[in-house]
């Protein structure tokens, strides 16, 4: 499924302000080639301009977090029990 974009709300006029190619509606802000400005690929109320290779890097990117920030998270519920468990035992 592909992100929708503002291709079809800017206007030339827009694109010719902006130094944007047509086809597109952004800059990338990573690196600055032509792309697309649409939402974050991910849960974050953001928008942004990314090339299509960049918007990859990205939402990749965002994934890991989205799924090692959780496993951090359970880790710290099961281990801080166990610690709390162990130090009553050593005292
Ligand atoms: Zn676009
Ligand atoms: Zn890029």
């Not at 080639?33 to 649409?38: D, E, I, M, S």
């Not at 990117?61 to 959780?70: D, T």
């Amino acid at each position: 499924m592909k992100n929708p974009c503002y291709c079809d709300t800017i206007d030339n006029q827009y694109r010719e302000n902006n130094g944007i190619p047509l086809g597109y509606c952004g800059n990338c802000e990573v690196c600055g080639k032509p792309g697309h400005t649409q939402h974050f690929p991910g849960a974050v109320p953001y928008t942004g301009s990314w090339c299509d290779d960049c918007l990859k890097t990205v939402a990749r990117h965002y994934k890991l977090k989205a799924f090692v920030i959780p496993l951090l998270l359970v880790l710290l519920l099961v281990i801080a029990p166990i610690t709390g468990i162990l130090w009553r035992q050593v005292q």
